[in-house]
């Protein structure tokens, strides 16, 4: 659990760190100059259609036609990306699955069913572009996000695996347990019914009359059950509605997979499109006249309840998203006989399908069949691009329309976007969702420029990773016009596969009228650990103003070495902070682990925190610390120093004017640390890097090199 990072962000380890390439910017809002929609197309065959260009599509923005300024086509199924797309893939043509699990109509058996179900998928289905997230949703506590999008299917099998299940709560009963079953039950018309054939007439009509007085009260206790069941089905959809407009925060089409039971589609409905036992007394009451024995209710539409579900789906169409209702009430076996007859919430969750173009998964033992065929349509995605030519206002949603000039084609593509919207105004689960989309890659970096540092130190056969946020002072001073300013840290280290190895997050208060001078006189430097086994890595680092929601973020490569298996290891050059400028601060909630317990950034006793691409005037000396890992090494041992100047394309500019000033004890591993001068000398305004070569003199060809970035001004 750790912090956050940003923009020409430098990445130091003992070998040296590359950065990811740069990240094109998709999103699906008009607060840049374009929009940009992915559009799948199907042919008669049910199969994608490929090889269309930007002539044969048309798109229009509130009726008015927008030309379409650029096309982009990635193939998952061919692992192709093609037209001027970057190697990595954007977020708006990924896929994003939302396992969403309806713990308001539920038994706790289907929900063990659908979690073997989800788990299935994700471990063998999901393809390495794809991400997935986890969310539980209630009456009783509204939508609760377990694990964000992302790629880690660990984490998505653990958030699934360990589902909390709901509590035991009987749908057919009344809240204050008046009624043991729901009245009007078809059991307790069985209980009422009187007499046999071999009764006289008249008393047969007036048991008859008994019976629809019965049925009276019985119909006027249906109704309060009733109005208690609208009741929790309103707030449902209400919930639902605010989680549709969180998820239009991620980019792309996301593919919400809704493990449900669905509620009794009688509240909306009506009794018209059944024919259960009390059907036939109504058309009894209705040819006697009795209407007062009919509870109308319950025999016709809700209104107000079918409104509510469609413009809830609307929310959904308008934020991308299509919704695969798995009726968990079929999720049974053998063994689940004695779980009785399931409920009649098929309506409710064909609605749910039918209205975001999604389908009625009625078998969710084979939902990773049906999920397959997603897979299989959705394999090609066409980007369109367009700069828009109108606007309506803030928050304001434009309705698009897709359409192809191919022949018996059918196109697939979002109902439209939403103009920005403030960030004060989202909630929450917005915030999340929005942070998630700048993490995976899907926006641009910010406004915010930070650079990061990742040195590792060996320790115990794991690395113990410091990492050093830095962010020039006088930008966070000016972030914000209040007296004080509350700053978001958030660092994730994932490998190659997209699993999480370690992360942290942090949330830092500052006092401006009493701090801000002095941040206004150099940078903020934040640091914290992370804990790594040898390999590569890919660091992500996310820094937020949290009340402005103005962010920075950057991404590199990272590789940490195998320090028991090398003689020799050089860290990258360490520039030591000039005192007295900015302001330093380390993560006190960072565990200290190992042998080496003490604060790995300090040379003589004197504690420091490195300057990351620190500006050096023309003809000024600079401290640099350079730590070395030899093993079997003491104070004696010789070290040859080769120091060299590099311009901003990596060329030589000459040797570089480096003496040492103090050496270090050697430290647990064969850890040294020299303190050396360094001076720029005459070089020309710009940007340059430092590379430090370390030869042992006892050895030949035993050296290593590293090299770290600064700028002379």
């Not at 089905?233 to 089409?253: F, I, K, W």
């Not at 079918?306 to 169409?317: A, G, K, P, V, Y």
Request: proline share 6%; glycine share 10%; charged share 25%.
């Amino acid at each position: 659990m750790k912090s956050a990072i940003s923009l020409p962000f430098l990445v130091a380890a003992a070998v040296a760190a590359s950065s990811l390439p740069p990240e094109r910017v998709f999103h699906e809002t008009s607060d840049v100059a374009l929009v940009e929609v992915p559009v799948n197309v199907i042919g008669r065959d049910g199969q994608p259609i490929r090889g269309l260009t930007a002539a044969d599509f048309e798109i229009e923005d509130e009726g008015h036609p927008q030309p379409i300024t650029a096309l982009d086509v990635v193939d998952l199924k061919h692992n192709k990306v093609a037209s001027d797309l970057p190697e990595s893939l954007p977020e708006a043509a990924r896929r994003h699955f939302f396992f969403l699990f309806d713990f308001s109509f539920a038994t706790p058996n289907e929900v063990v069913h659908s979690r073997r179900a989800a788990m299935q998928f994700i471990e063998h289905e999901m393809g390495p572009e794809d991400r997935a997230a986890v969310a539980t949703t209630s009456v009783e506590t509204g939508p609760r996000l377990l694990v964000n999008f992302t790629a880690d299917r660990k984490q998505l099998v653990a958030a699934i695996r360990l589902l909390g299940l709901p509590k035991t709560n009987d749908q057919a009963r009344d809240p204050l347990a008046f009624a043991f079953v729901i009245p009007g039950d078809p059991h307790i018309q069985e209980l009422v019914q009187a007499g046999g054939e071999s009764e006289e007439s008249s008393r047969a009509a007036l048991e008859g009359e008994m019976a629809a007085t019965v049925k009276l009260y019985a119909n006027m206790a249906q109704k309060t059950a009733d109005e208690f069941a609208v009741t929790r089905v309103t707030r449902h959809l209400g919930e639902m509605g605010g989680l549709a407009s969180a998820l239009d925060t991620v980019q792309g089409t996301k593919r919400i997979i809704y493990f449900s039971e669905g509620f009794d589609g009688r509240l909306v409905f009506g009794g018209l499109t059944r024919t259960p036992p009390g059907t036939t007394s109504d058309n009894d009451a209705m040819s006697r006249g009795a209407f007062w024995a009919i509870d109308v209710d319950k025999r016709y539409v809700n209104s107000p309840l079918e409104r509510q579900i469609h413009n809830t789906m609307d929310l959904f169409r308008r934020s991308d998203c299509i919704v695969y209702a798995v009726d968990i009430a079929r999720l049974r076996t053998q063994g689940d006989a004695t779980m009785g007859s399931p409920t009649e919430g098929q309506e409710s969750l064909y609605l749910f399908a039918h209205e975001t173009g999604g389908e009625l998964i009625q078998n969710g033992n084979d939902l990773v069949g049906a999920l397959r065929r997603v897979n299989e349509q959705t394999s090609v995605t066409y980007v369109l691009s367009f700069r828009p030519s109108l606007r309506l206002g803030e928050g304001q949603f434009h309705r698009l329309k897709v359409r192809t000039r191919r022949k018996g084609s059918r196109v697939s593509a979002r109902a439209g976007y939403y103009e920005a919207r403030g960030f004060h105004t989202l909630t929450p689960l917005e915030r999340s969702l929005a942070a998630a989309d700048v993490i995976n890659g899907g926006r641009p970096k910010g406004e915010i420029p930070i650079r990061a540092l990742a040195v590792p130190f060996a320790d115990a056969g794991i690395a113990r990773v410091p990492i050093v946020i830095q962010i020039p002072g006088d930008r966070l001073a000016g972030l914000s016009d209040a007296k004080n300013l509350r700053l978001g840290l958030y660092v994730y280290v994932t490998d190659d596969q997209g699993t999480l190895a370690d992360y942290f997050s942090r949330s830092v208060s500052f006092d401006l009228a009493r701090q801000g001078g002095q941040l206004s006189s150099g940078d903020f430097r934040y640091y914290a650990f992370c804990r790594l086994l040898p390999g590569r890595y890919v660091l992500r680092a996310y820094v937020r103003d949290e009340e402005s929601g103005r962010y920075g973020f950057t991404t590199a490569a990272l590789e940490i070495p195998d320090f028991v298996g090398s003689k020799l290891q050089t860290l990258p050059p360490l520039f030591v902070s000039d005192g007295g400028h900015g302001l330093n601060l380390r993560d006190q909630s960072s565990p200290s682990v190992g042998a080496d317990a003490g604060d790995p950034f300090e040379v003589g006793g004197v504690p420091f925190v490195p300057r990351l691409n620190p500006a050096i005037a023309v003809g000024s000396d600079a401290r640099v610390c350079l730590m070395i890992y030899r093993e079997g090494a003491n104070t004696a041992t010789p070290f040859a120093i080769d120091a060299q100047i590099l311009d901003a394309n990596g060329r030589p500019r000459g040797p570089a004017s480096v003496s040492l000033i103090g050496k270090s004890s050697p430290g647990p591993g064969g850890l040294l640390k020299l303190l050396l001068d360094f001076s720029a000398g005459n070089l020309p305004p710009g940007d340059y890097s430092l590379k430090v070569t370390i030869r042992d003199s006892r050895e030949d060809n035993l050296q290593s090199s590293s090299e770290a970035l600064f700028t002379v001004s």
